[in-house]
Nanobody, 124 residues
Framework: QVQLVESGGGLVQAGGSLRLSCAAS????????LGWFRQAPGEEREFVAA???????VYADSVKGRSTVSRDNAKNTVYLQMNSLKPEDTAAYYC??????????????????WGQGTQVTVSS
């Protein structure tokens, strides 16, 4: 079992930055693919970014160039640095962990564990 707890969300003005963190409990953290997804009210959940156990990062086109996903296996934590935030980035952000997500690791259905989410609100 893996438990995931997100933090770092909040209210920020357009153009600002936030760093989301997701702390994991449980063993074998370093072997998981770690992903970030988001869901806005009335919208479907969408992929944001992911990082493999080997450190390869994948991004959605909507955040590419503005976001960086990273992981610290010693701290069992994955991060999502978001810059140049836009009002359309407003959503609940969830981290997820998966043992075998396939490639690319962009489908939420392939992840095994999910956090409770942290809200990001970007004002214009």
């Amino acid at each position: 079992q893996v438990q995931l707890v997100e933090s770092g969300g909040g209210l920020v003005q357009a153009g600002g930055s936030l760093r989301l963190s997701c702390a994991a409990s449980g063993r074998a953290f370093s072997s998981y693919v770690l992903g970030w997804f988001r869901q806005a009210p009335g919208e479907e959940r969408e992929f944001v970014a992911a990082i493999t156990s080997g450190g390869t990062a994948v991004y959605a086109d909507s955040v590419k160039g503005r976001s960086t996903v990273s992981r610290d296996n010693a701290k069992n934590t994955v991060y999502l640095q978001m810059n140049s935030l836009k009002p359309e980035d407003t959503a609940a952000y969830y981290c997820a962990a998966g043992e075998t997500t396939g490639w690319p690791p962009t489908s939420g259905r392939t992840y095994d564990y999910w956090g409770q989410g942290t809200q990001v609100t970007v004002s214009s």
